[in-house]
């Protein structure tokens, strides 16, 4: 009884099939609303300003935390 049981589970599923993956993402990028060219230059400023920003923030902390602990270990 387990045998049969086995073999229907094995016919329900899908093989994996190389060509039908890759059509499938070619029509799903397709789909895909892409950024304009000036999107993308505004969103990239941004992310660097933000990396910027929390570079020189943490800098600012390791310095002055470095301080600190420099006075505190005289």
Known sequence: MKTQEV????????????????????????????????????NTGIVLATIISFAILIWGVDTLLSGALALILK
């Open 7 to 42: 073999k229907t589970n094995k016919s329900k599923k899908q093989r994996f099939s190389l060509v039908t993956y890759i059509k499938e993402t070619i029509a799903e990028l397709k789909r895909v609303t892409w950024s304009t060219k000036t999107e993308l230059l505004k």
